[in-house]
């Protein structure tokens, strides 16, 4: 038995001069999550269409006496609509599961998935709502899945780096809700955001459509936030192992009258990370005195202690008020992003040495106004518009004489001088203009055109007590602004099987860079300005052999632009370079999506994909002319093939078996060194890169568990990655430094009580305490226990 | 228990045996000519990407030694120096301070045989460190810190020595010491804050006393802020106290020429045979560390403590050559005999090109030969090796083969010996 919700929101009316009505609305599932790729078409008819990514729709359709619209998406119940002519043509269309299939979630990962890549793009789409209840961050559901390394470098908020397909570190863009975060600022990204402020996470490996508009070499990952209609207030707390807390709290309220509408959504993490680390990387030093007095320190290593200068503490409030459904906008915001961070930090790249009083400290205020709009000036006309100003500052303070070892005791010997890093005070501000303007036309049923360009201006201050000897030349300010800019034209052709994506990314960057210059012995400092361009291309195409079978194969030419540190310098060590050119690679993919359905209880579905990435111009930091100053040069050349898949088994609704595996061969191809030497590891496998990686998950839902309409569900999750080399695997025979293999194990359960508005969950993770290292001799954290509550208040 | 009986005795023949002959040794042998020592184990450092590796090789003058697949990692957190003395390697990880004792494995690589953690003793994970003789390394870390008045101004600067001897092989702390380097009066630049003592490297144990080169930092430009001061220097000036006490510092001071007497990697200062030190300054023009134009690389001798001011050898003239020759160390043979890489200046920059050479210096006869080795980068070359009546060092030009090459010192001659994998594979020092 279907229920028809059937909600009159006003999202835009359109009427045009003939007998036709534009008919827009929303399809979600009851958790008004919304159902992307849907199809709506008009009874009887072939006027039809799909909902886009945030499941909105808009079909024209002549004026009858009534037109009856059906909706339908694997998985769900087909619902049928009757519009009257003198309905307001605003829907949101709830979709109920269907029952006798299985598990609506899976239904969504499946058919999301499906659909994003029937648009050729070689992406994985994760739907989050069945996560939402557990004590699981983003960054652990990003590194379940194939081809995606997440690589930390220890507890919750410590740096992490990402890498898609072998290519990391800033080849691989993180957006939200299609805004690229780059300056969001740390405690306000994919390591921070609960997941219960998401529902979708959608990964593009190395070939990105241009409404994610940047310039991301390796792939991208863009968190879809929840997308709200009815009024709600949530809230999440998680509590667990190393005084770990999380808070999450989002809300949405709007008036149906006027549109008025306000969204906040707010959270607080912290951790003292005082989890226990051991093996022969940790060690504290044994005062042996001699008859004269003198004291050695003889290390002793092999010992197991708690981290003790690893709290980490960010919170984040971010705040929307405008209109929403009213004639002049779909939606119009303007908003305010207030976060921050405050992290101690307890070691450097390797445990190695403690540091006991050092610490880093990072705000962001950001205001930003939203505008969209479809069926603007013209029909089949859209306009997404995002602008902000933002204004970062990072701290860092480290001054101590203490020295510190691994007991969190102060040695009797003091450091000469401060600093346990690096002694410093210095706070750098960097002030962000973002322009996001994203702007489709659909040319017909079939085809239709996309263009974005994200515009960003930078300045960026430094400044440090400590260096007392300062110039106003040398802490001026410094520019850089960046220009990314995407046409792209999506065809459907074939009876619609087959889809195509061709497009085109045009790449700019300006920067105003402080050189200094010596001249018989007088230094002087001058702005010099430099620009760069390049130009991208690239398609995404699909072809349905049948309903059960998909072929894609996808091609771009990828370019990342230098960054402004890169360009402009670090200011300490790292000195300009006004000569660098955007890194860029050949990017290609081919897969393909096959459902098998074993027989109405059973499927089984297989999704593997090769991958070739072909990068030149990788930067690369040399010694410059000294040897204590550095630079980025446009240098590098890899060479990455491999394969990545996934295979699930789907039995009713209950039971869901995943297994993923990635491996990838990256090898360097650059045959001289930036001084003229052959290269001795040309033709060798990239150090320090993990290049195979399993993940298997089981999992049982329960649904009306003890209770009609409780729900219930448990998971056992296990995550294998190969052993490597943190150097070249081709030098050297004895103590290579190798990062060992991993085998770390999850289990989680989750209860959902009837009334569907309080839920609680219990996960443990690694479950074994094993030695987990994703860096060289940087240890994770061992077996943890988390439990999370999470309550609906209306 | 037959087993450790053997031994036992072993263990006590062999002192007996011992005690013998060191009396023997003064009795029947009062003069002794020394036999000619044949080492036939030696060590290699290559450095790839960031990476050390440590291999042995039986001989330095020929045959080929390649890291691939071969060598010991070392631990370097940003890098590994090493020291070798009699039977052991010293590998200071730059970067946490550590110094391992190595010995040399059957399989080609090295066991660690103890470790401590020298940088704590003197308060830093960056210590740098020398072998001073052939029981001591001198392991030692300046900092300097503006001194401000109440306007915050910056009236002088505090530089402060922290120094440790450890023994060896029993790898030890035998004494420890603070001192506080004073600034010349040459080095205040008349009043000013001028250039203020910024490290002390490549010392040296002569009789009663150790030396130190000194490297000096221009503080007098406020206008130029790091990392764009410049190591300035006029004169040459060297820090000596009394030894074993490490007391009576004081900075000894000659006007001969201009230089930091630090040496780089390469040692700036040895003790020929008679206890005299001879130390090269490192002049070098047209870059960070330029100095006063029409200077020269010359070698001075320091004796009793004091600079001998009847003694200067100017290499740059000895060699003849029409431009300046630039240096930061030299290697000592004996019998007055050295070889020092030469930067010759018309041949491009001091780092990253192939501008380096190497010269025979005699500093007892005051002459220098510009020997006709490959072109090369040698401003970073650690260590070479006197051994076998030769002496080796690897020479590495950009672009082309490397090779270790052996030196007569009896002649001008030098061969190309052992084979390295050459590229980017760099050679810092043999040992």
């Known amino acids: 038995m279907s229920i028809i919700f059937l909600v009159i929101l006003c999202i835009g009316k359109s009427m045009s001069q003939s007998k036709t009505v534009t008919i827009k609305g929303t399809v979600l ?261 001699n008859e004269d007095g003198f004291v050695t320190y003889v290390p002793k290593r092999g010992i197991t202690v708690e981290r003790f200068h690893d709290a980490f503490e960010s919170k984040t409030v971010k705040a929307d008020f405008g209109f929403t459904g009213i004639d002049q906008a779909d939606q119009v915001f303007i908003g305010l992003l207030l976060s921050g961070m405050d992290k101690e930090i307890q070691h450097g790249a390797t445990m190695f040495v403690p540091f006991g009083e050092a610490t880093y400290e990072q705000s962001v205020i950001m205001p930003y106004l939203t505008y969209k709009k479809n069926n603007i000036l013209t029909e089949g006309l859209s306009l997404n518009l995002f602008t902000s100003y933002s204004e970062l500052i990072r701290s860092r303070v480290d001054t101590t004489r203490n020295i510190y070892n691994w007991l969190g005791e102060i040695e009797d010997e003091k450091r000469v001088l401060g600093g346990e890093q690096k002694r410093t005070l210095n706070k750098l501000t960097e002030n962000a203009f973002l322009n996001r303007l994203n702007i489709g036309y659909d040319l017909s049923d079939n085809h239709s055109l996309g263009f974005n360009t994200v515009f960003t201006h930078v300045k960026r201050t430094d400044e440090d007590p400590l260096v007392t000897q300062k110039t106003d030349g040398y802490y001026a300010p410094q520019y850089f602004k960046k220009s990314v800019m995407g046409l792209s034209l999506q065809s459907k052709l074939i009876d619609q099987r087959l889809q195509t994506n061709l497009f085109a990314k045009s790449y700019y960057y300006w920067a105003d860079i402080k050189v200094s210059t010596t001249e018989a012995g007088v230094t002087s400092y001058e702005t010099v300005s430099s620009s760069k361009n390049s130009f991208g291309i690239g398609i995404a195409s699909s072809f349905e052999l049948n309903e059960n079978f998909l072929i894609s194969a996808s091609l771009e030419h990828a370019n990342r632009l230098p960054e402004a540190n890169e360009v402009l310098g670090d200011g300490l060590n790292i000195i300009s370079n006004p000569h660098l050119k955007p890194e860029s690679s050949f990017n290609a993919n081919l897969g393909f999506n096959w459902n098998i359905n074993l027989d109405s209880d059973n499927r089984i579905q297989l999704v593997p994909n090769l991958f070739y990435r072909n990068v030149s111009q990788k930067l690369k930091m040399v010694t410059a002319s000294d040897p204590g100053l550095f630079q980025f040069v446009n240098f590098d050349k890899v060479r990455i093939k491999g394969i990545d898949g996934r295979i699930q088994f789907f039995h009713k609704q209950s039971i869901r078996l995943t297994q993923s595996v990635s491996y990838l061969n990256p090898v360097i191809k650059t045959d001289k060194d930036e001084l003229g030497n052959d290269n001795g590891l040309a033709n060798t496998r990239m150090s320090n890169t993990p290049f195979y990686q399993a993940n298997s998950e089981a999992r049982y839902n329960f649904k009306s568990w003890l209770k009609n309409n409780a729900q219930a569900f448990v998971y056992w999750r296990f995550k294998y990655v190969g052993s490597f080399y943190r150097y070249s695997e081709k030098f050297g025979s004895e103590k290579k430094d190798q990062v060992p293999k991993q085998n770390v194990n999850n289990f989680g359960i989750g209860y959902t009580f009837p009334n569907q508005k309080l839920s609680i969950s219990a996960d443990v993770n690694n479950i074994f305490n094993v030695q987990a290292f994703d860096n060289y001799a940087v240890q994770k954290p061992g077996r943890a226990f988390y439990i999370k509550i999470n309550c609906k208040i209306f | 228990m037959k087993k450790y009986l053997s031994l036992a005795f072993v263990f006590l023949f062999g002192f007996a045996l011992f005690s013998c002959s060191d009396d023997d040794d003064n009795d029947s042998n009062p003069n002794p000519e020394p036999e000619p020592e044949v080492r036939d184990n030696f060590s290699v450092l290559g450095v790839i990407e960031g990476a050390y590796y440590l291999a042995q090789t039986e001989s330095l003058s020929e045959g080929t030694l390649s890291f691939v697949n071969n060598g010991t990692q070392l631990e370097a957190d940003q890098a590994a120096r090493i020291i070798a003395s009699g039977d052991y390697l010293y590998s200071l990880n730059y970067g946490t301070g550590l110094l391992t004792q190595l010995k040399a494995n059957t399989n080609g690589g090295y066991d660690i045989v103890k470790e401590i953690n020298a940088g704590l003793s003197v308060g830093t994970n960056r210590p740098r460190f020398k072998l001073a003789s052939e029981d001591i390394i001198m392991v030692y870390n300046v900092t300097v810190e503006p001194i401000k008045d109440q306007d915050d101004n910056i009236i002088d600067n505090t530089c402060t020595l922290r120094l440790a001897s450890v023994s060896i092989p029993d790898l030890t702390i035998a004494n420890l010491n603070e001192f506080v380097i004073p600034q010349s009066d040459n080095a205040k630049q008349g009043g000013t804050i001028g250039y203020h003592p910024m490290r002390v490297d490549g010392p040296v144990i002569s009789e009663d006393k150790i030396y130190f080169g000194l490297m000096h930092m221009d503080m007098s430009d406020p206008t130029t802020p790091p990392p764009f001061r410049k190591p300035k220097q006029t004169g040459l000036e060297t820090l000596v106290f009394d030894y074993p006490s490490l007391t009576n510092g004081t900075v000894v001071e000659s006007s001969v020429a201009s230089g930091h007497t630090t040496g780089y990697r390469a040692p700036s200062m040895h003790v020929d045979e008679e206890g005299d030190v001879y130390q090269v300054n490192w002049f070098m023009s047209g870059n960070s560390f330029d100095l006063s134009a029409g200077d020269k690389t010359v070698i001075s001798r320091l004796r009793d403590g004091v600079y001998d001011q009847a003694y200067s050898f100017n290499v740059s003239e000895a060699l003849g050559l029409s431009t300046n020759i630039a240096s930061v160390g030299w290697f000592y043979v004996g019998n007055g005999i050295g070889y020092m890489p030469i930067q010759l200046e018309d041949e491009g920059t001091y780092y990253n090109s192939n501008s380096w050479s190497v010269a025979k210096i005699d500093v007892y006869n005051k002459t220098a030969v510009k020997l006709d080795v490959p072109l090369s980068g040698l401003f970073s070359y650690e260590n070479g090796v006197a051994a076998n009546e030769m002496f080796y060092m690897a020479i590495s030009p950009i672009g082309g083969e490397s090779y270790v090459y052996e030196f007569d010192p009896e002649s001008n001659d030098f061969t190309q010996g052992l084979k390295l994998d050459g590229g980017n594979v760099v050679v810092d020092g043999v040992y």
């Open chain 1, 29 to 289: 599932d009851p958790n008004d999550n919304a159902i992307p790729f849907a199809t709506v078409y008009e009874n009887n008819t072939e006027n039809g269409t799909v909902t886009d990514e945030n499941g909105e729709f808009k079909i024209t359709v002549s004026i009858k006496s009534n037109v009856e619209l059906v909706f339908r998406n694997l998985g769900f119940q087909e619902k049928r609509i009757i519009i009257q002519q003198s309905s307001n043509p605003g829907l949101i269309v709830v979709l109920e599961p269907s029952l006798e299939k299985i598990n609506e979630v899976d239904i969504i990962a499946k058919s999301t998935s499906t659909k994003i890549e029937e648009k050729g793009f070689t992406a994985i789409s994760l739907p989050v709502k069945e996560l939402q209840t557990q004590s699981i961050e983003i960054n652990q559901v990003l590194s379940q899945s194939a081809g995606v390394r997440v690589r930390q470098q220890g507890g919750l908020g410590s740096r992490v780096n990402y890498s898609i397909n072998g290519l990391e570190g800033k080849a691989v863009r993180f957006f939200l809700d299609g805004i690229p975060m780059d300056y969001f600022g740390s405690s306000f990204s994919a390591a921070t955001i609960p997941i219960s402020q998401i529902s979708r996470i959608d990964i593009y490996k190395g070939v990105v459509p241009v409404e994610l508009g940047s310039d991301a070499l390796g792939g991208a990952v863009n968190l879809v936030s929840k997308k709200d209609v009815k009024n709600n207030l949530d809230f999440s707390y998680s509590f667990g192992s190393f005084n770990t807390h999380k808070v999450s709290l989002s809300g949405f309220w709007r008036n149906k009258n006027n549109g008025l509408t306000g969204k906040i959504s707010a959270f607080y993490n912290y951790s003292d990370n005082n989890y226990k680390v051991w093996g022969n990387d940790i060690k504290v030093d044994e005062k042996v005195v």
